[in-house]
């Protein structure tokens, strides 16, 4: 299986110096693609006007957002389960990409409901589950950076993520029933625009393009994981031949 | 392109994922040659790995 | 002098790197703020109204949190020895500790509270009036945090003492923050009369903070 083949390090860096280039490229191609169909051709919407143009960078990081921390979940079975290698490498990596395209989707949110819904935030379910997904990050991603030792900071952090991952849709019904207990002060209609193809189109090229800059960066960042534990390692026993 | 009464908002978000994206893919750029870097230090200091000797990773 | 300053760097730089205070203090910063509309509830009118004195109690806790570390990190690897038997005075040094611990746990915080004010639905000046007030108390949160630090340095099950030393120092900080403010936000008292207090608190215990702790440190053993 592929994937067990690569557990070696170093046979992973191997297969996947010469695939980048290829990514990069094909990525650049698709997003820009998607770019200039968001941006051109797709046609404003009757209720939305061109603020639809926003979706096309909101939805994709959103999907991409949550994709990531399934990905990780699956890493961090690989961890603790099958005790593949590289899975908590890949976890690792995958953090802060994930984190970034959350952040992302969370400022194009804001920048979309203020002309839609006039407000840049408002606490219903969706934001608010989207929110909590963020701070996970942040913490998964203090959790490696707290603990000095990777492979103790891996299983810790495997943990966290797998929690995180049962959680996430329990948050997502408990903020559900906490927004309908308390009553808001003013009530927010969250009416999406109707998906013409027209719109349809540009939006699946953009999650195309979201995918794959996802898969180019994860598995760029992978290696400069490979490459930092090597130099730690190093470092290690340079400081060891000193000490003697 | 006429982006309406809310171009500010359109242009913002676009921009901001410019600059978020734009500064995940350099921070990934930067501490990629950041360990290459230290990777070469540590060579030519003679530090290395028994299995980079044989098979250099990076010629 | 060049001392202070090789300390000032050193400080700065474990900071930031794996294990140091700067990147948790602002995240729990941001649990903490994310926190409050949760038990309060989304009430957007209420939530505007206390959104200010979230932001400063939130930035008081995150302070806290990561001033505890200042002296224990040192304490346990042996280079507060070194710098109380360095022929640099004591407060300067700790002083130079103090601007370090500031740049790196209290500097993110004045610069991250407007982005949390979105989640108040409070507007641009305002933001504005919470993060002046915010940079101009968040020092002497440092200074005054100090002084517990110090106390607590030497004891390894230290726990909550830090907070609970700290704490009622911090109180008056904490008041004229919120009220320069609120004096921003919606009057009727002009926001000069608690912002100039504000900023006399943070020069008495720049002064105070670092006397104080070098006597604690002195006496510890």
Not at chain 1, 126 to 141: A, C, D, K, Q
Not at chain 1, 209 to 222: E, P, R
Not at chain 2, 14 to 28: D, E, K, R, S, T
Not at chain 3, 190 to 211: E, K
Request: positive net charge.
């Amino acid at each position: 299986m592929a994937i067990t083949g690569l557990a070696n390090p170093s046979r992973f860096l191997a297969v996947v110096q010469p695939i980048l280039p290829w990514l990069t490229a094909a990525t650049v191609l698709v997003l820009a693609l998607g770019i200039g169909q968001a941006l051109f051709a797709a046609p404003d919407d009757y209720q939305q006007g061109a603020t639809v143009k926003i979706m096309f960078l909101h939805v994709p990081s959103a999907w991409l957002g949550m994709f990531c921390w399934a990905l990780m979940s699956v890493a961090a079975l690989g961890t603790l389960v099958w005790r593949h290698p590289l899975a908590d490498v890949a976890g690792k990596a995958a953090a802060p990409i994930g984190a970034a395209f959350t952040l992302l989707c969370l400022i194009t949110g804001a920048l979309w409901g203020r002309p839609m819904w006039g407000t840049y935030w408002v606490w219903d379910a969706r934001l608010t589950s989207v929110l909590i997904l963020f701070l996970l990050y942040l913490g998964v991603i203090a959790l490696w950076r707290t603990v000095e030792d990777p492979s103790r900071a891996a299983r810790a952090a495997a943990i966290l993520t797998l929690v995180g991952a049962v959680n996430l849709p329990i948050i997502k019904f408990s903020v559900d029933w906490w927004n309908t207990l308390h009553q808001p002060a003013s009530v927010f209609r969250l009416a999406g625009p109707a998906i013409h193809p027209a719109i349809l189109t540009p939006l699946i090229v953009m999650a195309i393009g979201f995918l794959l800059l996802f898969v180019t960066l994860h598995l760029a960042a992978i290696r400069n994981e490979i490459l930092r534990r090597r130099v730690r390692t190093l470092q290690l026993m340079q400081a060891e031949s000193a000490a003697e | 392109m006429n982006l309406g009464p809310h171009a500010a908002f359109i242009v913002t978000a676009y921009a901001a994922a410019a600059i978020v994206l734009g500064g995940l893919i350099a921070w990934i750029r930067i501490d990629y040659r950041l360990q290459r870097r230290k990777l070469a230090d540590l060579e030519t200091r003679g530090v290395t790995r028994r299995s980079d000797r044989a098979t250099p990773t990076f010629p | 002098m060049s001392a202070l300053f090789a300390l000032f760097i050193r400080d700065l730089r474990l900071a930031v790197r794996v294990g140091g205070g700067a990147f948790m203090g602002v995240l729990f910063f941001l649990i903490v703020v994310a926190l409050v509309p949760f038990a309060i509830g989304p009430d957007n009118a209420l939530l505007r109204r206390i959104g200010p004195a979230i932001l400063w109690l939130g930035a008081l806790l995150a302070s806290l949190l990561t001033l505890d570390q200042l002296f224990a990190d040192d304490h346990e690897d042996g280079s507060l020895d070194l710098i109380l038997m360095s022929s640099a005075p004591l407060p300067l040094a700790i002083l130079a500790k103090a601007c370090a611990h500031w740049l790196t746990a209290g500097l993110p915080l004045v610069i991250a509270a407007p982005l949390l004010g979105v989640f108040f639905n409070i507007d641009l000046l305002s933001m504005a009036a919470v993060s002046l007030t915010l940079l101009a108390g968040t020092p002497a949160l440092t200074f005054l945090g100090l002084i517990g630090a110090a106390l607590a340095a030497a004891l390894r099950r230290g726990g909550m003492l830090v907070p609970v030393l700290i704490l009622p120092l911090s109180i008056p900080v904490l008041i004229f923050g919120v009220a320069a403010s609120n004096a921003a936000i919606a009057g009727p008292v002009p926001f000069g009369t608690p912002f100039t207090i504000l900023c006399a608190l943070s020069l008495v215990s720049l002064v105070v903070g670092p006397a104080a702790a070098a006597a604690a440190l002195k006496h510890a053993d």
